[in-house]
């Protein structure tokens, strides 16, 4: 009888290993996800308190590809805002266009 081989997945776990060693780990998650109809200089104020955590961080890259192909649309991920992000996967869009597809699209 042939031996099955199976395939599995990688464990989740290492797919969230970077969180780990996130700088923002201890932080307040209210930096990184701004309120309903917050606007103007309190945005712009938390997301540099937000920016500031990601710039020491030493897994800002891996957190920024993980957001880039998530499509994470809320939050400051990898030190950058939602629309900062949607420029980069644009930018990379038009790099790699079969590989950027959104999901469900
Ligand atoms: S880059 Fe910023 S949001 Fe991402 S894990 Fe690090 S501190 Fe958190």
Known sequence: MPALMVHLP?????????HLSAACRDADPAVFFH????R?????RRAR???QICQRCPVRTACLNYALDAYERHGI???????????LRRMRDVERPLASTPPGE
């Not at 990688?10 to 970077?18: G, L, N, Q, R, V």
Request: proline share 6%; charged share 35%; hydrophobic share 30%.
């Open 10 to 18: 990688s464990p989740i776990a290492e797919f969230w290993d970077w």
């Open 49 to 51: 308190a937000a920016k």
């Open 40 to 44: 103007g200089e309190l945005r712009a």
């Open 35 to 38: 309120p309903d109809n917050e």
């Open 77 to 87: 991920w990898g030190g950058y805002t939602e629309g900062e992000r949607r420029t």
